[in-house]
């Protein structure tokens, strides 16, 4: 058995060249009429010889008395009878400037676990009494019970457990040149994916020239939607599709694309080991604000490590699936299996007696995180349940939530969901109402 691991870095504020190289310089951020210098300092680290042993290190944050947000008042959406669904509601964003100028120069600490080690195992034998699947290395419940002892060394399971380069062999296979790209992209990606020719392949919008120089934006594809996109869109030599680099992937581990597209989703960090924030949109969603101001706004003005918003209705694991089972989005038999599991760890009702905890139910299509230890193992420990028992994430999110809560001194952040909506929006519709179309969920937009 072998294992790999990742541990905090350090990262850079590069200036990329024509060739794609980045390289150190000198330059000045200015945010409130406030300058400060930054000199990026190139260092050399053995352990990274994927990436030629380049490691980065950001200059040194903005420190404002005031924040030109802080006397912002967050008003709830207007009330209507007529429409239920999801409402936007206002949210100030910093102009991009000002956002990168308050990046953390430093990342954040991650409590107790320092270095994140990972399962391998190449001739791993079936073990479908565990649940599970082959992928995810089939972790029996007593590895499951171990994993949220958290130490300052940890080794868990995290999927790609059949081979040594995730990509490789492990299933969510991917080319050599994706895989190398992959490896290149530092410190921030933006990540989305499209599996079963399910969604409408959609362009960020407002994206600012600092984040399409420096940002990463990755667009995942089976095989079935790429045919797809090549009978209405030109995939260039490059594998780009606009700001979206394409990435194919095969072989896949599941049947099942909502499954699939969780690999991804919760397991960015394997994907971009080099990468230190991501910003996770699901493939029915548009991204129309610049990465830096999201980044902004939820995890550094906040220092926070992870960020998500809460469901718009419910807030209660129990409400949640049943609500589930009434939308048949998934059998009912396998959601009441995953929910009495629950109940016998001590799965409760939410209550006000959680708070400051406000929601047990995220919305899970917009997950804004940094790459540190602790928050790897959350996605991973989140993903092991997404893989032993049903896909809806909702389902097992505060379940891998509170376990780690109730042992070291970190916890997911929710915003409320009408924040989200100021975020990405769905491909279809003007100003206000974006109607389903092409199985797209209604969002709105102010």
Known sequence: MLVFSDHVRSFVNPVWTSSGRPVAQR??????????????ERQSDSSQKQVEGL??????????????CENFSLSPPPIDRKRTGPRPCPVCYLPVEQALALRPAQPSASPVLQRLNYMSEENLVSKDSNGGSLFGGYPSLEERDKSYDIKDLMTVHCGFVRGKIPGLNTGFDVDEADRSEMQQCQRTVVASAIFGNYDILQQPENISESSKDTVC??????E?????????????????????????????????ARRNGKVPKLLLHRLFPNVRYSIWIDGKLKLVRDP?????RFLWRKNVSFAISRHYRRFDVYEEAEANKAGGKYDNASIDYQIEF???????????????????????CVIIREHIPITNLFTCLWFNEVDRFTSRDQLSFSTVRDKIRSRVNWTADMFLDCERLHQPRSYQGSVHVIRNQARNEVIELK
């Not at 209550?351 to 047990?360: E, G, H, Q, R, V």
Request: hydrophobic share 35%; aromatic share 10%.
């Open 217 to 222: 934006f990755f667009m995942f594809l089976d």
């Open 292 to 296: 830096y101001q999201v980044l902004e």
């Open 342 to 364: 629950y109940k016998r760890e001590g799965l409760t009702h939410y209550s006000s007696a959680k708070l400051p905890i406000t929601s047990d139910v995220p919305e899970g």
């Open 27 to 40: 330059d000045s951020l200015t945010a409130n009429g406030l300058s400060t210098g930054s000199q990026m």
């Open 55 to 68: 490691i980065w290190s950001f200059p040194p944050a903005v420190v404002l008395n005031h924040h030109p």
């Open 224 to 256: 079935e939607t790429e045919a797809a996109l090549k009978n209405s869109t030109t995939i260039d030599h490059t594998k780009r599709i606009g700001l979206w680099r394409v990435v194919v992937v095969r072989n896949l581990p599941y049947s099942d």
